[in-house]
């Protein structure tokens, strides 16, 4: 059964994470659909392939975004911190996870049924506005950083253009 956390953001640690990203209502209503989980050290959180059935928000705890790499098993390409969303997959078709997620030690989350998360997106616009806002800040983040590492890998200089480390994405959305 979900529950709703019936806490402020603030209280929780989290107002420089993802859900600082969004509007005080936002926020809230978000955490009222949320349920605090516990995992333990080397427990899959999401398994890459697989029906993507959660959106996370890691309150305590690291988790390791994974990807199959064929023989070389999984390799982590980032790591999940307090404030730090995972399993995007679970609210952009076609639901499938793309990155597998391991408890790197105990991780506390905060995990949201994305059925539950669809079905209040239906019934209000500010919400889901609001969450993909942050969800396309989320994945511009991970792009950069994997547009990073690949110039790292191939011994070329970082760019300063719109994926660049240097340039600085607005951080809240624009006024309607």
């Known amino acids: 059964m979900w529950g709703g956390v019936n806490v402020a953001v603030e209280a929780l640690g989290l107002e420089a994470g993802w ?14 659909l949320a349920t605090r989980v516990s995992f333990e050290a080397g427990s899959d959180i999401v398994r890459e392939g697989e029906r993507a059935d959660r959106l996370g928000i890691v309150l305590a705890g690291r988790a390791a975004l994974q990807l199959q790499a064929g023989e070389r098993g999984r390799i982590t390409v980032e790591t999940a911190e307090a404030g730090d969303v995972f399993g995007l997959s679970a609210i952009v078709p076609p639901h ?8 790197q030690g105990p991780v506390e989350a905060l995990i949201i049924d ?4 669809r079905a209040a997106f239906a019934e209000d616009c500010e919400l889901t506005a609001s969450v993909y806002f942050a969800v396309a800040r989320a994945l511009l983040r991970r792009l950069t950083a ?17 994926l660049g480390t240097r340039s600085t994405p607005q951080t809240t959305p624009p006024a309607a």
């Open 19 to 32: 859900l600082g990203m969004m509007p005080r209502a936002a926020r809230q209503k978000l955490l009222s």
């Open 96 to 103: 499938r996870a793309t990155t597998s997620v391991t408890a």
């Open 114 to 117: 994305p059925d539950v998360l």
């Open 146 to 162: 994997a547009h990073d590492a690949l110039l790292d890998v191939f011994g070329a200089p970082r760019s300063t253009g719109p």
